[in-house]
Nanobody, 126 residues
Framework: QLQLVESGGGSAQAGGSLRLSCKIS????????MGWFRQAPGKEREVLAV???????IYDDSVKGRFTISQNNAKNTLDLQIDNLTPEDTAMYYC????????????????????WGRGTQVTVSS
């Protein structure tokens, strides 16, 4: 069973940056899907970025250029760097993972993740 714990959220001003981290209870590698998601009040959960086949990142178009996903295999963490924060980034941010065979490119983007962290809140003021 995988366990995930997010950290790094908090309050920030528009234009600033935050770095979120997700500690995963196993080594990260290409055989596991990993990703960052967020959900704002009254809105559906959205995928932000995932680590796909061959450890390649995929980003949602709405955050491409501002968000950077990365994995640290030595620390067993999945990180999300958020730059140029806007009030619209205010949400609960979640990391998720799912083990198993990655069958083709894009698999982790459309995959249903089975293991989730409890979330870390990001609040951006103008």
């Amino acid at each position: 069973q995988l366990q995930l714990v997010e950290s790094g959220g908090g309050s920030a001003q528009a234009g600033g940056s935050l770095r979120l981290s997700c500690k995963i209870s196993r080594s990260t590698h290409s055989s596991i899907c990993m990703g960052w998601f967020r959900q704002a009040p009254g809105k559906e959960r959205e995928v932000l970025a995932v680590i796909d086949m061959d450890e390649q990142p995929i980003y949602d178009d709405s955050v491409k250029g501002r968000f950077t996903i990365s994995q640290n295999n030595a620390k067993n963490t999945l990180d999300l760097q958020i730059d140029n924060l806007t009030p619209e980034d205010t949400a609960m941010y979640y990391c998720a993972a799912d083990p198993g065979t990655i069958r083709w490119a894009g698999w982790c983007w459309r995959h249903d993740y089975g293991y989730w962290g409890r979330g870390t809140q990001v609040t951006v003021s103008s």
